[in-house]
């Protein structure tokens, strides 16, 4: 039986077409030169002969155009993790590593979701279009076992603020950020030629952390240039995460033309944060899992600013599901580019020239037409909140849930807290905490602030005698208070009063704002002439 088997498969071999023998060749892995000269080296001898009839490879080519993903239903080159393992990442930045390519691309242009990849840009739609239900719904099916199912969880602040706060806390990512969702499906929609060059990306942001961690779990060779600015624990962690990293250049703008001069030479793919419809349907399968975690949801808090791709893929999918719920956007007042564009019609060019360090993802480029239809589509309303907003929103997450996050991950709650929702009160509310990426030096800043904006923390000066005795009695009415002192400084040579007066500044910590005006209170009555120092 097998001897008649094998007999009638040979025949068929001999009895192929032409171009049957070249789809059957398509199987051949480009990744080994032997094969792809073999390939190539034909077609381009046949096609030079034959100049008045169009090869195949002619009508499906282009010989600088754009790298398809192929045919319509064509089976994927398998990954071998065996052929990466003598991947050289010095030989491959020095371009000492021959690539092959193959560029085909199929009959029907209609059927292709993403528009051309060349190897300095990122994936972009073929034309502005909103994404659907069904892709968001096939980019969570496919990234399930990739990234966590965060908890949303019922908040202790629902009491404080009058509503039943629900916080879907994405923080709790492997990276720390919900950007893992659309790094991820990106990054699995990329063709398999493309996977096996690598990629390539810019700055330390949660955008390229993600890139760096999953692109490394899926042995994507993956490169980050940064700036030599960067704080060295950021530039530890993504070399933590699996990536190459590479200082270069004393401003971000010259890191990305270094990548992008990396991409075009070495054929990486150069992934930038833009709204393509893979990366926003990755990220609207937050928005999905919010409503099969709390059922009969009445609005949904979610951060804008400049790239507000998780705002407009959530916003879709919810709206899709129950067109009641409140889509809510929110944005700081510094910048608020999101208003803006949806004012004018189109995105606004605004970048913040200061605070980028506190704000980060928050701020930067601005987001495309994709994002922005989506967001006028369907996002009910979009409002600001104040810098002072943003950190009492992170002293209260740090003190009620015990969570450390970012400017872009309390940004959501810091507009409960500043009261911007009134007609929301008595109702069930998911707020988005999608990011706890906080460097430890700008945390102790941040909360130091934030416990003086919430009357927590207060300090005044006086001027004493030196007579013994007269500094106990000023820390006698602070133990009466029930004020607890955390400094205090007693100054003597830089006075312009009596010779025998000193002056005392003291910081003394309070439980809130009326404790703290109690406090006031009892000192001026000792001490008229007491300055108290205003936040």
Same mark, same amino acid.
């Given at each position: 039986m097998n001897l008649v088997a094998q007999f009638l498969y040979s025949r068929a071999l001999k009895n192929r077409t032409p171009r049957e023998r070249f789809r059957e060749e398509e199987e051949y892995d480009p990744f080994w030169p032997s094969s792809a000269k073999k390939l190539f080296t034909k077609k381009i001898e046949s096609n030079v002969r034959k100049t008045d009839v169009p090869s195949y490879c002619e009508r499906h080519c282009c010989k600088d155009g754009p790298i398809r993903n192929g045919h319509i239903g064509q089976r994927p080159l398998p990954i071998n993790p065996e052929r990466l393992?003598?991947?050289?990442?010095?030989?491959?930045?020095?371009?000492?590593?021959?690539?092959?390519?193959?560029?085909?691309?199929?009959?029907?242009?209609?059927?292709?979701?993403?528009?051309?990849?060349?190897?300095?840009?990122?994936?972009?739609?073929?034309?502005?279009?909103?994404?659907?239900?069904?892709?968001?719904?096939?980019?969570?099916?496919?990234?399930?076992?990739?990234?966590?199912?965060?908890?949303?969880?019922?908040?202790?602040?629902?009491?404080?603020?009058?509503?039943?706060?629900?916080?879907?806390?994405?923080?709790?990512?492997y990276t720390g950020s919900v950007k893992e969702r659309g790094v991820l499906y990106l990054l699995l929609s990329l063709p398999q030629d493309q996977q096996r060059k690598g990629v390539i990306v810019t700055s330390d942001s949660n955008f390229s952390m993600a890139v760096a961690y999953h692109a490394s779990e899926h042995r994507i060779p993956v490169f980050v240039i940064m700036s030599t600015n960067i704080l060295p624990a950021r530039v530890k962690m993504c070399r933590d995460y699996g990536a190459m990293v590479?200082?270069?250049?004393?401003?971000?703008?010259?890191?990305?033309?270094?990548?992008?001069?990396?991409?075009?030479?070495?054929?990486?793919?150069?992934?930038?944060?833009?709204?393509?419809?893979?990366?926003?349907?990755?990220?609207?399968?937050?928005?999905?899992?919010?409503?099969?975690?709390?059922?009969?949801?009445?609005a949904v808090i979610f951060p804008a600013g400049t790239h507000c791709g998780l705002? #407009? &893929?959530?916003?879709?999918? @919810? /709206?899709?599901?129950?067109?009641?719920?409140? %889509?809510?956007g929110v944005e700081s007042e510094s910048f608020p580019v999101l208003q803006q564009s949806l004012k004018v019609g189109h995105p606004v060019d605004r970048q913040i020239r200061s605070n980028r360090h506190f704000y980060r993802d928050v701020s930067g480029p601005c987001f495309g037409t994709n994002s922005l239809?989506?967001?006028?589509?369907?996002?009910?309303?979009?409002?600001?909140?104040?810098?002072?907003?943003?950190?009492?929103?992170?002293?209260?997450?740090?003190?009620?849930?015990?969570?450390?996050?970012?400017?872009?991950?309390?940004?959501?709650?810091?507009?409960?807290? #500043? &009261?911007?929702?009134?007609? @929301? /009160?008595?109702?069930?509310?998911?707020?988005? %905490?999608?990011?706890?990426?906080?460097?430890?030096?700008?945390?102790?800043?941040?909360i130091d602030r934030a416990l003086t904006l919430d009357n927590r923390v207060c300090k005044f000066s006086t001027h004493i005698s030196d007579c013994p005795g007269d500094i106990s009695k000023l820390l006698e009415i602070l133990a009466r208070?029930?004020?607890?002192?955390?400094?205090?400084?007693?100054?003597?040579?830089?006075?312009?009063?009596?010779?025998?007066?000193?002056?005392?500044?003291?910081?003394?910590?309070?439980?809130?704002?009326?404790?703290c005006v109690q406090l006031k209170n009892a000192l001026l009555e000792r001490y008229p002439m007491m300055t108290w120092m205003e936040r």
């Open positions: 393992k003598d991947f050289g990442e010095e030989d491959y930045l020095n371009g000492g590593v021959n690539i092959w390519e193959m560029k085909i691309i199929s009959h029907n242009e209609e059927l292709l979701r993403d528009s051309a990849i060349r190897p300095d840009r990122l994936i972009q739609p073929a034309f502005n279009k909103f994404i659907r239900f069904e892709d968001i719904s096939a980019a969570a099916f496919k990234i399930q076992c990739g990234v966590q199912k965060t908890p949303c969880m019922y908040s202790r602040l629902s009491k404080q603020y009058g509503m039943d706060l629900y916080l879907k806390k994405e923080f709790l990512q590479i200082s270069y250049g004393s401003t971000p703008r010259d890191s990305q033309l270094h990548a992008r001069r990396l991409a075009q030479e070495n054929g990486y793919l150069y992934l930038e944060e833009i709204d393509s419809d893979v990366y926003l349907s990755g990220l609207g399968t937050m928005g999905l899992e919010i409503y099969e975690q709390v059922p009969k949801l009445d705002l #407009a &893929g959530s916003a879709a999918v @919810l /709206k899709h599901l129950n067109p009641h719920i409140s %889509v809510i239809q989506l967001t006028g589509k369907f996002v009910d309303k979009v409002v600001t909140v104040r810098e002072e907003d943003i950190l009492i929103a992170m002293l209260r997450m740090l003190e009620y849930e015990r969570a450390t996050v970012d400017a872009e991950g309390a940004i959501g709650l810091a507009a409960v807290v #500043a &009261g911007k929702f009134p007609e @929301l /009160k008595g109702k069930r509310v998911a707020v988005a %905490v999608c990011s706890g990426n906080l460097e430890l030096p700008l945390m102790r800043q941040c208070e029930e004020a607890r002192v955390l400094d205090i400084k007693q100054e003597h040579m830089y006075m312009t009063s009596d010779l025998f007066t000193s002056e005392v500044t003291c910081i003394a910590e309070t439980r809130d704002k009326m404790h």
